[in-house]
Nanobody, 118 residues
Framework: VQLQASGGGLVQAGGSLRLSCAASGRTDSRYAMGWFRQAPGKERESVAAISWTGGSTEYADSVKGRFTISRDNAKNTVYLRMSSLKVEDTAVYYC????????????WGQGTLVTVSS
């Protein structure tokens, strides 16, 4: 499966963005999806994940209450709605697919840059 992330950009602190991740290729498999991010000089971290049905989700403590992950299986797309953005949310955001929303994730997109200015 191939993943294409989009929607990144420059936003002021307190603003909002919605990231999208479109899947193509072997989309008949029931993949869980996740969003990860990597800030400059830091290790990659998990941000949010969602099961195939959308019935189960999990979030990093740092984004709970501000970010929402969702998916539209008819469009083979997963979203990450980010609100109340902080400067520390600045990172390259990656989407990934796997057999379980708790991991591991086997397929990765190319990343989209989110920059939050103060």
């Amino acid at each position: 499966v191939q993943l294409q992330a989009s929607g990144g950009g420059l936003v002021q602190a307190g603003g909002s963005l919605r990231l999208s991740c479109a899947a193509s290729g072997r989309t008949d498999s029931r993949y869980a999806m996740g969003w990860f991010r990597q800030a400059p000089g830091k290790e990659r971290e998990s941000v949010a994940a969602i099961s195939w049905t959308g019935g189960s989700t999990e979030y990093a403590d740092s984004v709970k209450g501000r970010f929402t992950i969702s998916r539209d299986n008819a469009k083979n797309t997963v979203y990450l709605r980010m609100s109340s953005l902080k400067v520390e949310d600045t990172a390259v955001y990656y989407c990934a697919a796997g057999s379980d929303y708790e991991g591991p994730f086997d397929y990765w997109g190319q990343g989209t840059l989110v920059t939050v200015s103060s």
